[in-house]
């Protein structure tokens, strides 16, 4: 069935280190892909998206990846700071809407 | 505008009464969806909404579970008896397509003990 597969479940960095964050689906359709960052205890917020007729897009420290031929897509976090600590999830548009991944939490410590 | 709104933040209840959670969703926005978030399994998308018509409700997880949009500002999620398993997050988002962001609500916490 329709699928989002992210790795890794949990990631620790140091700050200033870099943090990349790895998504796998299912679904050749699939043509947009966001990412969201959740605190703890708030709801997941959008932070960026890439759909399928673009490569790569950049915003400030953050910038995410998409190989359509792969079927993989990735979020990448440099400099990192502690506010940077969250969970992170992927998500590719499907049948049924967006289809999330597991979830990353990252730690990132001073 | 405020967001999507969802009411109660949080619920505690006994296992076998109805709960009712409510969302109103970013005017303009013509899809809304309710998930359902726990440890164990992440995310889930339980309906969605085109319009007040719901288009998707396979991830509804049983019988007693039910949602309703009876207009473009108001949507609830039912559920019916509740159950200790039920505690979760349930989220409620909107967009204005499947294929765009999603604007998520601050979610109900709710404990079935």
């Known amino acids: 069935g329709e699928n989002v597969e992210q790795h890794p479940s949990t990631l620790s960095v140091q700050e200033g280190d870099s943090a990349v964050i790895k998504c796998t689906y299912s679904?050749?359709?699939?043509?947009?892909f966001p990412w969201y960052k959740q605190e703890l205890g708030k709801r997941p917020q959008l932070i960026i998206d890439?759909?399928?007729?673009?490569g790569e897009k950049k915003d400030q420290r953050i910038a995410v990846t998409l190989n359509k031929t792969a079927k993989h897509f990735s979020l990448h976090i440099t400099e990192t700071q502690p506010e940077d600590s969250a969970v992170y999830f992927c998500?590719?548009?499907?049948?049924?809407?967006?289809?999330f991944g597991g979830g990353t939490r990252l730690m990132v410590k001073p | 505008d405020a967001g999507v709104i969802q009411s109660p933040r949080h619920e505690v209840t006994e296992m076998g009464q109805e709960v009712t959670l409510r969302c109103k969703p970013i005017?303009?926005?013509?899809?809304l969806f309710w998930y359902r978030q726990t440890m164990m399994r992440g995310l889930e998308l339980l309906i969605y909404?085109?319009?007040?018509?719901?288009?998707?409700d396979s991830g509804m997880p049983e019988d007693r579970f039910s949602a309703k949009m009876p207009n473009a500002s108001f949507s609830t999620l039912k559920i019916q008896p509740s159950e200790p398993r039920d505690s979760a997050v349930y989220f409620c988002?909107?967009?204005?397509?499947?294929?765009?962001?999603?604007?998520f609500g601050s979610g109900t916490r709710l404990t079935v003990v």
């Open positions: 890439i759909r399928s007729n673009v």
């Open positions: 005017s303009g926005h013509d899809y």
């Open positions: 988002a909107s967009s204005f397509s499947p294929f765009y962001g999603y604007t």
């Open positions: 679904d050749s359709a699939s043509n947009y």
């Open positions: 998500a590719a548009s499907m049948q049924s809407g967006l289809t």
């Open positions: 909404f085109n319009n007040n018509v719901p288009i998707d």
